[in-house]
């Protein structure tokens, strides 16, 4: 039997940073290359960044797919190691693998049939040159997204156990790979040549291809708590149920995001394109700062749930908390007193300044607010309650934000149409409050005090 997993033994300060920080870290640089991306192709043209920022929607979609369906092996793959269930273990990894590669056949449909029809959407026909950089982009992204989802499963294996330092080496790698060809394929440097936009996408869709291997390699090698055996594997319905009673609010959750952003883009562009380079920047930014928060309590909190550990859960939150909050500060600082320094990263015109620089100041007062809630809804996940992360997702997003946006748009012009961002996390922030509350009562609270 293999050893105690160091999750339910390890002092919980140490945990939290021997397995926070390699994830924290990993996705810090995940978010660095995203925000590397968008600085090289704003070297090409201000259309060539709004191009790239309208694809934000479905690429969204990919990640909330992928990562929602993660999440809920993740939960189920650390609560059955945690109760010492290796056999559950493995089948809840194997029915993972399934929906995986089932999850990207969707994706490579989608990627050859709706790209087309999703920018006109957005930008009312075909007449603008952004229309076909952005269809390039965004369909060479999706038709061979199969490296990205291998990538978020392999990695999710390596966290559930516990294996954070692994995930951390195969992302660095997927994002060195990425800054790497960025400009080389965009640009057509060392006699590659100059592909422009898709460029851009070719090097994001190699460095995922290259993270996905490495991440597999080391489950091979290290991961020997899962063992994935597809000889004789046939899929459960009643796991795969499990799997997206967890991952599906989270799935939809993500999804929500996608919607926004779609609905957001229409709105700005009413305005001007460069309102919409504004927002994809914006986005790009914001992901250095809320990215990084992902990692936090992995697989810590669920793990400690099997293990009926409650003193270990709740010391894992309150520490999750203050990390979440000096960390968001610093983003709320950040967008505050350098948003001109932040945005002439991405080559901005005097209009583009005009625009973004008291849109940052004012999108950035949600940040003092959003630290809580993000570690709020990895609790809600641990504890198999991510329905209560949808629902907080939903209010925030469609019931209030997009309303919010459209109605100031309308009533103040696109300056005040900003103020929708804090105006929503409030909401949100309250409804996390009173789950946090009720899952404390129902579920942490009635459990043994043993360390």
Same mark, same amino acid.
């Given at each position: 039997?293999?050893?105690?997993?160091?999750?339910?033994?390890?002092?919980?300060?140490?945990?939290?940073?021997?397995?926070?920080?390699?994830?924290?870290?990993?996705?810090?640089?995940?978010?660095?290359?995203?925000?590397?991306?968008?600085?090289?192709?704003?070297?090409?043209?201000?259309?060539?960044?709004?191009?790239?920022? =309208?694809?934000?929607?479905?690429? /969204?979609?990919?990640?909330?797919?992928?990562?929602?369906?993660?999440?809920?092996?993740?939960?189920?793959?650390?609560?059955?190691?945690?109760?010492?269930?290796?056999?559950?273990?493995?089948?809840?990894?194997?029915?993972?693998?399934?929906?995986?590669?089932?999850?990207?056949?969707?994706?490579?449909?989608?990627?050859?049939?709706?790209?087309?029809?999703?920018?006109?959407?957005?930008?009312?026909?075909?007449?603008?040159?952004?229309?076909?950089?952005?269809?390039?982009?965004?369909?060479? !992204?999706? #038709?061979?997204? %199969?490296?990205?989802?291998?990538?978020?499963?392999?990695?999710?294996?390596?966290?559930?156990?516990?294996?954070?330092?692994?995930?951390?080496?195969?992302?660095?790698?997927?994002? !060195? %790979?990425?800054?790497? =060809?960025?400009?080389?394929?965009?640009?057509?440097?060392?006699?590659?040549?100059?592909?422009?936009? /898709?460029?851009?996408?070719?090097?994001?869709?190699?460095?995922?291809?290259?993270?996905?291997?490495?991440?597999?390699?080391?489950?091979?090698?290290?991961?020997?708590?899962?063992?994935?055996?597809?000889?004789?594997?046939?899929?459960?319905?009643?796991?795969?149920?499990? #799997?997206?009673? %967890?991952?599906?609010?989270?799935?939809?959750?993500?999804?929500?995001?996608?919607?926004?952003?779609?609905?957001?883009?229409?709105?700005?562009?009413?305005?001007?394109?460069?309102?919409?380079?504004?927002?994809?920047?914006?986005?790009?930014?914001?992901?250095?700062?809320?990215?990084?928060?992902?990692?936090?309590?992995?697989?810590?909190?669920?793990?400690? &749930?099997?293990?009926?550990?409650?003193?270990?859960? #709740?010391?894992?939150?309150?520490?999750?908390?203050?990390?979440?909050?000096?960390?968001?500060?610093?983003?709320?600082?950040?967008?505050?007193?350098?948003?001109?320094?932040?945005?002439?990263?991405?080559?901005?015109?005097?209009?583009?300044?005009?625009?973004?620089?008291?849109?940052?100041?004012?999108?950035?007062?949600?940040?003092?607010?959003?630290?809580?809630?993000?570690?709020?809804?990895?609790?809600?996940?641990?504890?198999?309650?991510?329905? &209560?992360?949808?629902?907080?997702?939903?209010?925030?997003?469609?019931?209030?934000?997009?309303?919010?946006?459209?109605?100031?748009?309308?009533?103040?012009?696109?300056?005040? /149409?900003?103020?929708?961002?804090? %105006?929503?996390?409030?909401?949100?922030?309250?409804?996390?409050?009173?789950?946090?509350?009720?899952? &404390?009562?129902?579920?942490?609270?009635?459990?043994?005090?043993?360390?």
């Amino acid at each position: 039997m293999p050893e105690e997993n160091k999750m339910g033994v390890m002092p919980v300060g140490r945990l939290l940073f021997s397995m926070s920080l390699p994830m924290m870290l990993s996705m810090l640089v995940q978010a660095l290359y995203n925000i590397v991306d968008s600085i090289f192709v704003a070297k090409l043209s201000e259309d060539a960044l709004s191009a790239v920022s =309208l694809a934000f929607p479905l690429q /969204t979609l990919i990640f909330a797919v992928g990562g929602g369906t993660c999440v809920g092996v993740n939960a189920l793959l650390s609560r059955a190691l945690g109760e010492k269930d290796f056999k559950k273990a493995n089948d809840v990894a194997m029915n993972g693998a399934f929906l995986t590669v089932l999850s990207y056949v969707v994706f490579l449909i989608l990627g050859l049939t709706v790209v087309k029809p999703f920018y006109v959407g957005q930008l009312n026909g075909t007449s603008s040159p952004i229309y076909g950089m952005g269809v390039d982009y965004l369909s060479t !992204v999706m #038709i061979f997204s %199969i490296g990205v989802f291998c990538q978020m499963y392999f990695e999710r294996l390596l966290t559930s156990a516990g294996k954070t330092v692994y995930t951390m080496l195969s992302q660095l790698t997927g994002a !060195v %790979i990425n800054i790497i =060809l960025d400009p080389i394929l965009i640009f057509g440097l060392l006699g590659a040549p100059a592909m422009g936009v /898709t460029g851009a996408a070719v090097a994001t869709v190699i460095g995922q291809c290259g993270a996905a291997i490495l991440s597999a390699v080391f489950n091979v090698k290290f991961n020997h708590e899962v063992d994935l055996k597809i000889k004789g594997f046939r899929p459960s319905a009643k796991i795969i149920g499990s #799997i997206y009673a %967890i991952g599906i609010p989270s799935i939809i959750m993500q999804s929500i995001g996608s919607v926004m952003t779609y609905c957001m883009n229409r709105i700005l562009i009413g305005f001007s394109s460069t309102a919409t380079a504004v927002f994809g920047v914006y986005f790009k930014l914001q992901s250095f700062f809320f990215m990084p928060l992902f990692g936090l309590n992995n697989g810590i909190i669920a793990y400690n &749930y099997g293990a009926q550990k409650k003193h270990r859960m #709740i010391k894992t939150i309150k520490m999750s908390l203050v990390v979440s909050f000096c960390l968001m500060f610093i983003g709320f600082l950040g967008f505050e007193l350098i948003p001109d320094k932040l945005l002439g990263l991405f080559e901005a015109s005097t209009a583009m300044l005009t625009i973004g620089v008291p849109a940052l100041r004012i999108i950035g007062i949600h940040f003092l607010i959003a630290w809580f809630c993000i570690i709020a809804g990895t609790v809600f996940q641990s504890l198999g309650k991510a329905v &209560y992360s949808m629902v907080v997702s939903v209010m925030r997003q469609l019931v209030v934000l997009i309303p919010a946006a459209y109605l100031l748009a309308h009533i103040g012009g696109l300056h005040v /149409t900003w103020w929708s961002f804090p %105006i929503a996390e409030s909401m949100s922030l309250a409804v996390s409050t009173i789950f946090l509350m009720r899952i &404390y009562k129902k579920i942490i609270k009635p459990l043994p005090d043993k360390e």
